[in-house]
């Protein structure tokens, strides 16, 4: 077996024994946090933990095929929040006429999903760095949002979609199945698809793609407004689960995203990355704070945690990488 057959292999090892290493530590803490609390088992925690594992999970999900291709989208936060207020705007009394909660998801959703395309082709045709066109893009949208809500809260949304954020399915919540919907769609894409072969090959060797015959600039195109498009359903679902349109929402929401992909194995190097793992590294982040919060850590000390969680993931990455 050569190097080349080898590496993939390699990889698929790494990742399952991510994946494993991390269903343990989740395992360990749902104990720790459940011999510590009763509430924290409770059938109520349980389904706000996944209600709010949901919205960050579907970004992380988003982020994760950023990473995978070789890049990074700082912009998730501020596509999730200018999806939230359109969808609200929409389907409330501020405009002229008040659309049906179908076509206010469907017209957010596909105007923000936009700004994946526009980060493409900044970073492809521009040659942009992604860092700089994604932060650009951010502070672009954060602004917008701004204007088009005067910095005021939007209400008067919709009953019927308040009350879709707490509707549970055979127990579970619904924004929940949304997430693992997602998950699953995007495990597929990633193992069967052209597209998701492409991302791994143009995040492992751009130039090696492109000798091969990989359209760089397509699949670029693609990866930013996949995530995107993941992040304006994730702003949807915060509205819903808010009960208005806010203009802060998704602030930080970025590094919540990454720090779940990097957790669940994602390498900031590229090709390297699974679904599996970033669901789970969500819901490790989600029970940091859930569990936290529960048993009286101070948020900021929880914010440290997190953070130095983070720069451990990255460590243990580049030493299994040597």
């Given at each position: 077996?050569n190097?080349?057959?080898?590496n993939?292999?390699?990889?698929?090892a790494r990742?399952?024994?991510t994946?494993?290493?991390?269903?343990?530590?989740?395992?360990?803490?749902?104990?720790?946090?459940?011999l510590r609390?009763d509430?924290f088992l409770?059938?109520g925690n349980?389904?706000?933990?996944?209600?709010?594992t949901a919205?960050y999970?579907v970004?992380?999900?988003g982020m994760t095929?950023?990473?995978?291709?070789?890049?990074?989208?700082?912009?998730?936060g501020?596509?999730?929040?200018?999806?939230?207020?359109l969808s609200?705007?929409?389907?409330?009394?501020q405009?002229?006429?008040?659309w049906s909660i179908p076509a206010?998801?469907?017209?957010?959703?596909a105007?923000?999903?936009?700004?994946?395309l526009?980060?493409g082709?900044?970073?492809?045709?521009?040659k942009?760095?992604p860092?700089?066109?994604?932060?650009?893009?951010q502070?672009?949208?954060?602004g917008t949002?701004?204007l088009?809500?005067?910095?005021q809260?939007?209400?008067?949304?919709?009953r019927a979609?308040?009350?879709?954020?707490?509707?549970?399915?055979?127990?579970?919540p619904a924004?929940?199945?949304?997430?693992?919907?997602?998950?699953?769609?995007?495990?597929?894409?990633?193992?069967y698809?052209?597209?998701?072969r492409?991302?791994?090959?143009?995040?492992?060797?751009?130039?090696?793609?492109r000798?091969?015959?990989?359209?760089?600039r397509?699949?670029?195109?693609?990866?930013y407004i996949?995530?995107?498009?993941?992040?304006?359903?994730?702003?949807?679902m915060m509205?819903?689960?808010l009960?208005?349109?806010?203009?802060?929402g998704g602030i930080?929401?970025?590094?919540?995203?990454?720090?779940?992909a990097?957790v669940?194995?994602?390498?900031?190097?590229?090709?390297e990355?699974?679904?599996?793992?970033?669901v789970l590294?969500?819901?490790?982040?989600a029970?940091?704070r859930?569990g936290g919060?529960?048993i009286?850590i101070?948020?900021?000390?929880?914010?440290?945690?997190?953070?130095?969680?983070?720069?451990?993931a990255?460590?243990l990455?580049?030493?299994?990488?040597?």
């Open positions: 077996m190097a080349m057959e080898r993939p292999a390699e990889k698929k990742s399952l024994s994946s494993l290493m991390l269903l343990i530590i989740l395992a360990v803490m749902f104990v720790a946090l459940g609390t509430k409770s059938i349980i389904q706000n933990l996944f209600r709010q919205i999970g970004i992380a999900i095929f950023v990473i995978m291709s070789g890049g990074i989208d700082l912009s998730v501020a596509v999730v929040g200018l999806s939230g207020v609200s705007m929409f389907m409330s009394d405009l002229a006429f008040k206010s998801i469907i017209v957010a959703v105007a923000t999903t936009l700004i994946g526009i980060n082709v900044i970073i492809f045709d521009g942009v760095p860092f700089i066109a994604t932060l650009g893009l502070i672009v949208v954060r949002i701004m088009i809500t005067n910095a809260m939007v209400s008067g949304i919709s979609f308040r009350d879709f954020s707490t509707l549970p399915i055979l127990g579970f924004l929940g199945w949304i997430w693992l919907g997602i998950a699953a769609l995007s495990m597929l894409a990633i193992k698809t052209t597209f998701g492409n991302v791994f090959a143009i995040g492992s060797n751009t130039e090696a793609a000798l091969s015959g990989i359209n760089i397509l699949t670029t195109y693609g990866v996949v995530c995107s498009f993941l992040c304006s359903v994730a702003g949807v509205t819903a689960r009960g208005n349109g806010v203009p802060t930080g929401y970025e590094t919540d995203a990454i720090a779940a990097v669940g194995g994602a390498s900031l190097s590229g090709a990355g699974s679904i599996i793992g970033t590294g969500s819901l490790i982040m029970t940091l859930n919060n529960l009286g101070n948020s900021h000390l929880q914010e440290i945690l997190i953070g130095l969680l983070i720069v451990l990255v460590l990455d580049k030493r299994r990488r040597k």
